[in-house]
């Protein structure tokens, strides 16, 4: 063993790294790809700096920020944290509520991935109490765990299935964990189908923590920015972890416009869009014998499997049109996930997999006779 890899954490050198959709398909150089893979938003919208405070160390939540999003999901300014993605809230979680090499936290795949890989990275260990087929929870293995996890990661509108939890199932949760864990809901994909307030339940719960970005329906993944959602007392736990410059000031000042009113109804209507593409998608995809649709589609993206989802990857690759392969994860083999894009993107991927299928099915016939 070289010196670095013996210095190097033991539970670090077992692990790979995440494979995000741009570390799949860097995104520099290749302006004629479409890019369905990584749930964006299609388009980006303009800002304007104001320089004149770059000198100046940002303040650690800038209070504008943390007013306009308390304002946006009805809340008390002392229950937001801002961060840098989602992604930070669920690293802040583990630092601050697992001890490495001895607590564990609550999944439930098929599911997001950065629970595990922030859990792995942190020496924390993983119960995966899987989805029920239906990708419902399921209650009675979740609450057999009581005592044994310090954080159960609930997702909803669950990536990569885009289906909702039922509202009940989320009270059962938070009340069995009530006295012994933290319960996060990550809802990255709520602006699309916002059905309840989840936030209310933080008068509730004391034990609930909401997760939210703004790299989705917002369309601003490139400034990296998310929200916690906590009572007071989490929100003080994680003041203890959090970096002293987590949100830089460019980021404040495009966070905080994107939230302004006009900010919010310009979302509004990427989200109606959206949606429109979406069922679009869906539609088409429901026409192909040869495909089914699984899961819903409460989130900006639909999820469907094909038992030839290898080489449909493998054709929209060399046709530059990039969607994201699910087939790893629980009970998706098969599945492939595409991230609604704009009008003539989507237009563009409906015909590539009518093409492909036409393809096949000719060639299949030709191989038969
Ligand atoms: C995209 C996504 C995130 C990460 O959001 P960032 O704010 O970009 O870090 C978190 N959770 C889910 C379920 C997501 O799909």
Not at 9 to 37: I, K, W
Not at 81 to 110: N, Q
Not at 306 to 333: D, G
Request: hydrophobic content about 40%; aromatic content about 8%.
């Amino acid at each position: 063993m070289n010196w670095l890899d013996k210095i190097t954490a033991s539970h670090v050198r077992s692990l790979t790294p995440y494979e995000s959709a741009r570390r799949l398909f860097a995104s520099s150089g290749h302006q004629s790809r479409v890019y369905l893979n990584a749930n964006e938003s299609p388009t980006a919208d303009c800002f304007e700096i104001d320089s004149s405070h770059f000198n100046r160390y940002p303040d650690c939540q800038p209070s504008e920020l943390i007013s306009a999003y308390a304002d946006y999901a009805e809340l008390n300014p002392d229950q937001v944290i801002a961060t840098r993605g989602a992604d930070e809230g669920i690293e802040l979680l583990i630092r601050a509520f697992c001890t490495p090499a001895k607590s564990k936290v609550l999944i439930c795949t098929p599911t997001y991935g950065m629970y595990a890989i922030s859990a792995q990275t942190f020496n924390v260990g993983i119960v995966d109490v899987e989805l029920l087929p239906d990708f419902s929870l399921n209650l009675a293995d979740i609450k057999q765990q009581v005592g044994n996890v310090n954080i159960v990661f609930l997702c909803s509108p669950n990536n990569p299935t885009g289906t909702l939890l039922n509202q009940s199932d989320i009270h059962e949760v938070l009340t069995a964990y009530k006295d012994s864990a933290i319960v996060v809901l990550d809802e990255a994909y709520i602006e699309f189908s916002a059905r309840h307030n989840n936030a209310n339940l933080l008068k509730q719960y004391s034990n609930l923590v909401i997760l939210r970005t703004l790299s989705k329906a917002f369309g601003l993944a490139g400034i990296r920015c998310g929200f916690m959602l906590c009572s007071d007392a989490i929100h003080s736990v994680i003041m203890k972890v959090i970096a002293p410059y987590p949100i830089s000031d460019p980021v404040a000042q495009i966070a905080s416009t994107s939230l302004s009113e006009k900010g919010l109804a310009h979302m509004s209507a990427r989200v109606d869009e959206l949606n429109i593409e979406l069922n679009k998608l869906k539609h088409a995809l429901c026409e192909i014998d040869a495909v089914d649709v699984v899961g819903e589609q409460c989130g900006n993206f639909i999820l469907f499997r094909s038992s030839l989802n290898q080489e449909l990857m493998q054709f929209l690759v060399e046709q530059n049109v990039l969607i994201r392969n699910q087939s790893k994860q629980t009970n998706l083999n098969n599945c492939l996930r595409i991230s609604a894009g704009t009008s003539s993107e989507n237009d563009k991927v409906i015909s590539l997999i009518q093409q492909f299928f036409i393809k096949h099915a000719n060639s299949t016939q030709q191989k038969a006779n």
